[in-house]
């Protein structure tokens, strides 16, 4: 198929690659007729067959549709970027970059690809597939803070050294990492776009998850603003600046659990007191108004 030699190599990408050899005729055999001969940094094409999917990958999930879509550009067009690999011992192709390209390119019945052969340990491979999934467009904020957490912990990088792995300043590094501190519900709420990054910075600021959760359940009921829920948020914080702070709880890890979930349940602190004597106790649920009573009783099924 003539088509499916077809591409393009635009100056950003080859300036972010540092490659600026030109294809010749040799790189354009397929790799398995020249293994030995190919140069780190060069565009050749390889097999489809030979390429494997890169273990570090932090991307789990590809829109079908969106897939098709760019398949059906490939096959009018040829693949306009290549992808990036690694050779592996074995003689075959790791993939480092370019997963959407590569499933969307076996979507269009193509059977080898350019790519280029770049030298790199695993660590490397990591960092870079965390860098391109950062760089998507589409990319939430809690996948941003996840694949900087997983830069930090997994490459060894401090919070400056990231910054300028992904190009930005450590504030903002450090303002992605800490919605990872927020409540699961409220991360999923970030995750599925119901709630905006300003609504989240705002309850970020909110020392008790009690309270974060309950803020979050007004922004989701009630459709408030990002200026509004930083409002409730000073309200609540000069509230509870003549409070004790609360010890830390010696409770037994069970209950503990069991405390913690009706929390997430109820959105609101829960209290559970047991007896280590007698095995009795009782739940205490506070709210914080009349609509978040009623709220409390409907999940009670009151």
């Known amino acids: ?13 080859s300036a972010l690659l540092n490659d600026t050899e030109e294809v010749n005729q040799a790189s354009r055999k397929p790799m398995e007729e020249i293994p030995d001969r190919e140069t780190p940094g060069s565009v050749n094409f390889i097999k489809i067959s030979l390429i494997e999917v890169n273990p ?3 991307r789990s999930e590809f829109d079908e549709q969106a897939l098709e879509e760019l398949a059906n550009s490939i096959r009018i067009q040829g693949l306009i970027q ?3 690999v690694r050779k592996t011992e074995a003689g075959r192709y790791q993939l480092i970059s370019g997963e959407r390209r590569l499933r969307a390119s076996k979507l269009a019945g193509f059977t080898e690809l350019p790519a280029y052969v770049r030298t790199a340990n695993d660590q490397q491979m990591l960092e870079m597939a965390l860098i391109e999934n950062i760089q998507r467009e589409n990319l939430n904020a809690i996948e ?4 900087f957490q997983r830069m930090i912990d997994e490459c060894n990088l401090k919070q400056d050294e990231l910054g300028e792995r992904v190009s930005k300043n450590r504030s903002t590094v ?5 919605l990872l501190k927020l409540p699961p ?4 709420s970030i995750r599925d776009g119901r709630i ?3 609504h989240a910075r705002a309850l970020i600021t909110v020392a008790e998850p009690d309270k974060q959760l309950y803020l979050h359940r007004e922004i989701i009921d009630k459709g408030l603003s990002v200026r509004k829920i930083e409002e409730l948020v000073r309200a609540l914080q000069n509230n509870s600046t003549s409070k004790k702070k609360p010890e830390k709880s010696s409770m037994p890890f069970q209950f503990q659990k069991v405390q913690d979930d009706l929390a997430s349940k109820f959105a609101t602190r829960v209290k559970l007191s047991v007896s280590s004597k007698s095995g009795s106790g009782f739940i205490e649920i506070p709210f914080h108004s009349e609509d978040d009573l009623n709220r409390i009783l409907e999940l009670l099924d009151w």
């Open 82 to 84: 290549p992808i990036t």
């Open 56 to 58: 570090f990958q932090p």
């Open 1 to 13: 198929m003539a088509q499916q030699r077809k591409f393009g190599l635009g100056k950003g990408l």
């Open 174 to 178: 450090t303002n992605y990492l800490r």
């Open 144 to 147: 941003v803070a996840l694949s």
């Open 185 to 188: 519900d409220i991360q999923a």
């Open 196 to 198: 905006t990054m300003g």
